[in-house]
Nanobody
Framework: QVQLVESGGGLVQAGGSLRLSCAAS????????MGWFRQAPGKGREFVAA????????YYADSVKGRFTISRDNAKNTVYLQMNSLKPEDTAVYYC????????????????WGQGTQVTVSS
């Protein structure tokens, strides 16, 4: 069982940056692949980024590639999403997720999810 708590969301102007954090409970965090997803109002869930258990493999949606960076600190049971050059279309609730198996894309359905953190980018 893994419990995930996101933090770091907020309101930022276009072009600005935010760093999201996701703190995980449990002593087996390092064995889980982690991902970030987002959901904008009236839209479906969208895959954003994923990272494997060691942090050596990462994958990004085309919409955020080159602007967002996913990373993890297994000693702190935390995964991060550094978001730079934010655009109004990045506005969404961002969710952290964990799964035993590394996968990518919106078809990936991780077993564990956080409660989400709101990111709002003003133009």
């Amino acid at each position: 069982q893994v419990q995930l708590v996101e933090s770091g969301g907020g309101l930022v102007q276009a072009g600005g940056s935010l760093r999201l954090s996701c703190a995980a409970s449990g002593r087996t965090f390092s064995s889980y692949a982690m991902g970030w997803f987002r959901q904008a109002p009236g839209k479906g869930r969208e895959f954003v980024a994923a990272i494997n258990w060691s942090g050596r493999s990462t994958y990004y949606a085309d919409s955020v590639k080159g602007r967002f960076t996913i990373s993890r600190d297994n000693a702190k049971n935390t995964v991060y999403l550094q978001m730079n050059s934010l655009k109004p279309e990045d506005t969404a609730v961002y969710y952290c997720a964990a799964d035993r198996f590394f996968s990518v894309g919106s078809s990936w359905s991780p077993d564990y999810w956080g409660q989400g953190t709101q990111v709002t980018v003003s133009s």
